[in-house]
């Protein structure tokens, strides 16, 4: 939160073109953070069960929900249409190490972190101040929802973040293990990192 607050600041500030390495930089601190922490995390702990049945449940769910993203980019569901150039390296040609670095953190970082605050945290907390003792299947309708709105208000494209919040929480409920909405959340943004350079659709990111 701190990096998408100082962004706007830092960008003017830096040459040309290199303001989108602010990405790296935040991703690199959240990966700090999660390993300096993770011996806090329990849930991350617990060993996943029925991997290969709910590995294609989380990976389904993902799916739809990319499915979902890429169709709803209208401006009634949205904050705005951001204005997002093509990354492009000093030659004009796609910054590819750029690229790997985004769809790195957005593919492996993003969801461990995002489902630890919006799900693990904020959604149980809703339910109950022990949040720690809130078992995922004993979250209410309310916090459910709630978490799923703020959690899309976080996102340009607002309603397909408040689906997203819905079908990650929904997993989150019904499984009961952290690790596989994290899968699913995971499988979003890799396939639609994926499609977002194939197709070019750069407002995407």
Do not use: C, K
Request: without cysteine.
């Amino acid at each position: 939160m701190l990096f998408l607050g100082a962004r706007p600041a830092l960008e003017p500030l830096l040459p040309v073109g290199s303001g989108r390495w602010l990405y790296a930089a935040q991703i690199g601190s959240v990966m700090l953070a999660l390993a300096v922490l993770w011996g806090h995390y329990h849930e991350l702990v617990e060993r996943p069960v029925s991997i290969v049945r709910n590995s294609l449940v989380a990976v389904a769910v993902g799916l739809l929900v990319f499915i979902l993203w890429i169709n709803l980019d209208v401006p009634v569901l949205s904050l705005g249409q951001p204005d997002v150039q093509a990354p492009l390296d000093a030659s004009g040609r796609l910054d590819w190490a750029w690229l790997i670095v985004r769809v790195f953190g957005a593919a492996v970082v993003v969801p461990v972190m995002e489902e630890l605050f919006w799900r693990s945290f904020i959604m149980r907390w809703l339910a109950s101040g022990d949040f720690r003792n809130v078992l995922p299947a004993a979250v209410g309708m309310r916090a459910l929802l709630v978490s799923s709105l703020v959690f899309g208000l976080e996102h340009n494209l607002w309603f397909a973040g408040l689906l997203a919040g819905l079908a990650y929480g929904w997993l989150y409920g019904r499984i009961g293990n952290l690790w596989w909405p994290i899968l699913a959340h995971a499988t979003t943004n890799l396939i639609l990192g994926a499609w977002v350079i194939a197709t070019g659709s750069w407002q995407f990111w």
